[in-house]
């Protein structure tokens, strides 16, 4: 399946994907009704096991292009494939298990077309169920359609998670060419390094509308898996973040040798929390070498606390027992004075 014409489309949809055979048919029927038509679609398949050749090859387009990895390269090696694959003025690299309104290539071309300062626009999204009900929209209705890049660079920068969804981007291809491919080696977080390199190199659009319908995340997607190693590489990110947000500026750049390590300890603690919560005993005992050699003096003292809540939770637990006896013979020792005092007092009288 590929496209006979030598003509460059103004857009290369890409869609990389492993295994999600079960999804991506409809992903790739919603991208196939899109209003804008001048595109091509290039699904980068990541040597799945499963049926993904199959659903692509029920689809007869020309428009798409099919490639297949002969090797699992992983989540963003894929994303820099579909960057080396893409021929449009526009690229996107949407997501295999999203639903996109026919609408959303056309609204996207049409803000990258109007203002060529933008070097990449973003939307709104809503988030669906298993049975592709409405869960959440995550829009900002606050926020202006067209930002000047470096106060969305310096936004990006303050935060500890992306406002930003990876899945509505679309972006000049020439940008990309300015500022390089996806990092490899900074986990799941490494988006948010890209979106700070192509807001400094232009402004940045953004559609209040939701036009995208993501999967809420479920146990045993990537996405939703916990990993010291992805905290550890969104506290590098942010410190690489503010120093090329705030380039140029002495006093934000001090400012940030003290912000970035309170609140990389604060989100190294809030993980901790959330393992703890979970009972995750693998997790939390992986903290310890991570908390002891990367933070601050008082986050140790609170993470050790913290490691040890789950003793403490098993201890009160072993003892509810007893204490739960001790009230009832406490009580009854209680009553029992009482009743004698009273039965004193009135035989007196």
Known sequence: MTNPSDRTPTVSLCVPTFNRAHALGRTLESLLQQTFTDFELVVVDDASSDETPEVVRRFDDPRIRYHRNPVNLGLYPAWNRCLDLARGEYVTVYHDHDVYDPRIVDRCVAVLATHPEVSFVYTAVRTIDSAGQHVRTWAEEWWPAVAPGRRVARRMARRWSSFIQASTVMARRDAYALV??????????????????????????????????????????????????????????????????????????????????????????????????????????????????????????????????????????????????????????????????????????
Request: one cysteine or more; charged letters at 20%; a positive charge.
């Open 180 to 349: 390089g491919k996806y990092p490899e080696n900074l986990g799941l977080p490494a988006d948010m390094d890209m979106w700070v390199r192509l807001a400094l190199v232009g402004d940045v659009g953004y559609i209040r509308e939701p036009v995208v319908a993501t999967p809420a995340r479920q146990a045993g997607d990537y996405t939703f898996q916990a990993r010291w190693v992805d905290v550890q590489a969104l506290a590098r990110i942010q410190r690489t973040n503010w120093s090329r947000a705030y380039a140029g500026h002495p006093l934000m750049l001090i400012a940030g040798h003290i912000w970035c390590p309170v609140r990389r300890d604060a989100g190294y603690l809030l993980f901790l929390a959330r393992a703890v919560a979970k009972d995750d005993g693998e997790l939390v005992g992986q903290s310890a070498p991570i908390l002891a050699t990367e933070c601050l003096r008082v986050t140790r003292v609170l993470a050790w606390l913290l490691r040890m809540t789950p003793f403490v939770a098993r201890a009160l637990r072993a003892l509810l027992p007893a204490y739960r006896s001790w009230k009832k013979v406490r009580w009854a020792l209680i009553r029992r004075a009482f009743w004698a005092t009273f039965s004193r007092g009135a035989t007196l009288r």
